[in-house]
């Protein structure tokens, strides 16, 4: 499955999408606002992108990577739905990190 706009291409995730997920999300300044801070190391994002894959695997969605649509390896962003409890009970959790020189 893959997404176009006139500007970005989105797809879902893929194993070797792992520096691009760890150079956003390791990056401070991505997370000012996120109580539990940036990535702390490849091993955290091996961690997460493996959490991610076993939700697409599980749900049929999740987080996708965004990308400039005429340099697609030129990765600018994550995000997408991630099933979460929230109360006891399932909800849907957008969420999304943009690189910072995007």
Do not use: C, K
Not at 20 to 49: C, H, K, M, W
Not at 56 to 81: C, D
Request: no cysteine; hydrophobic share 40%; proline share 5%.
């Amino acid at each position: 499955m893959q997404i176009t706009t006139e500007r970005l291409a989105l797809r879902p995730v893929e194993a070797q999408d792992i520096d691009s997920l760890y150079r956003i999300y390791g990056d401070p300044a991505t997370n000012a606002f996120n109580p539990v801070g940036p990535l702390r190391s490849q091993d955290e994002a091996r961690v997460l992108l493996d959490n991610w894959l076993a939700h697409w695997q599980r749900q049929g969605f999740g987080n996708m990577v965004i990308a400039l649509r005429h340099t697609t390896q030129a990765i600018v962003s994550f995000g997408g739905f991630g099933l979460r409890e929230f109360g006891g009970r399932p909800v849907n959790n957008l969420g999304y990190r943009l690189e910072t020189g995007a």
